[in-house]
């Protein structure tokens, strides 16, 4: 793809409808995509899917983003990091209230960052993307509406910048749940899902932690399920230590259960860590309102908590033998130093 439209970094800078978009660190530039402000937050997904929405495009220098940057508010966005198939999408839109807060829902920008630092090959190379992280952060974070807050959620492959986003003290919820309704919706969703989660699995192994210390021969050989708890193990260990470091002040863990059981003090709770404002009515009528009545990425579909809570019961029950043995086995597998089963939901006590 290519730029149609030339704009200055510092002209970029003074408009939040441009997004940044693609970070190119081979060529040193950084793409941004004018965006209408309500495609934004319709859109379930701010990468390759929301392309042909945009208004127009352009490419600006790695250092003319930088000088940019160093004119704009040293304000960060707030961060919701998720497991995957836990109800993310759902806690994004529910939060989302045009001049208080808007959620970015699994930008490109940020899946750049994240493989930047996979790809980093020594400590100036960290740094030299530290640089750009604080500049797309501060792009990022630009209100689009009066003085709302900015919230992003990564796609779950960008996790590996937990630890980056923790240590920068930055408000952060991370959104989980546990093994069994993590493989149930992987069988739910069929082959694609599983192909999705194999191209997962591949992404976290470059992390030099976790799975990556399976032997990819070994890796190989495992079913779709093992693989698939794999990498839910990777992921739910990863927030595990990430929380009991000393610098995780800011961060909070959910389990998406409370969300789905207590939605309108799971919402209060959510508002008062990333500072929204919302208050207990406001949060008790998103809750009782047609958003947890419908799917959250098809707002055509009837789909609340009881339905899903049904659909898990019979696919578990259908197949409960599989489960087992996959949970027994991911159990007994040591990825981390400090193994845990399941997290504590740290955002409502």
Not at 1 to 12: E, H, K, Q, Y
Request: glycine residues 4%.
């Amino acid at each position: 793809m290519t730029a149609n439209t030339t704009i200055s970094a510092v002209d970029l800078a003074k408009d939040a409808s441009w997004l940044p978009h693609r970070l190119d660190m081979a060529k040193r530039t950084v793409q941004f995509g004018r965006f209408d402000h309500a495609a934004l937050r319709k859109a379930s997904f701010l990468d390759y899917r929301i392309e042909p929405a945009a208004l127009a495009w352009t490419e600006v220098t790695h250092d003319a983003l930088l000088s940019a940057a160093s004119a704009l508010p040293a304000k960060k966005p707030g961060f919701l990091f998720h497991t995957s198939y836990c109800c993310s999408t759902l806690l994004s839109r529910a939060l989302d209230r045009p001049g208080s807060a808007m959620v970015l829902k699994e930008p490109e920008i940020i899946m750049g960052l994240s493989n930047a630092y996979r790809m980093a090959q020594d400590r100036a190379q960290v740094d030299y993307i530290d640089k750009l992280r604080d500049a797309l952060f501060a792009f990022a974070a630009r209100p689009h509406v009066g003085d709302e807050n900015i919230l992003i959620k990564p796609t779950n492959a960008a996790n590996n910048i937990v630890p980056i986003v923790a240590a920068l003290k930055t408000p952060a919820v991370l959104l989980y749940g546990d093994l069994r309704e993590f493989l149930t919706s992987v069988i739910k969703k069929g082959d694609p899902c599983k192909t999705l989660v194999r191209q997962i699995y591949r992404v976290y192994a470059m992390d030099n932690i976790g799975v990556a210390a399976i032997p990819q021969r070994d890796a190989l050989a495992l079913t779709d399920l093992q693989i698939a708890a794999l990498v839910w193990r990777h992921q739910i260990e990863l927030f595990n230590a990430v929380l009991g470091a000393p610098e995780a002040t800011s961060l909070r863990s959910l389990n998406f259960r409370t969300l789905l059981e207590r939605p309108a003090q799971t919402l209060e709770a959510a508002s008062s860590h990333f500072n929204t404002g919302y208050d207990a009515e406001t949060c008790r009528a998103v809750a009782e309102g047609a958003l947890f009545q419908t799917d959250a990425k098809d707002d055509a579909r009837r789909y609340d908590a009881e339905q899903r809570k049904e659909e898990e019961r019979r696919l578990m029950e259908q197949h409960s033998d599989a489960l087992d043995l996959i949970e027994d086995w991911a159990f007994k597998l040591s990825l981390w130093p400090a193994r845990t089963k399941k997290l504590p939901s740290r955002l409502i006590d």
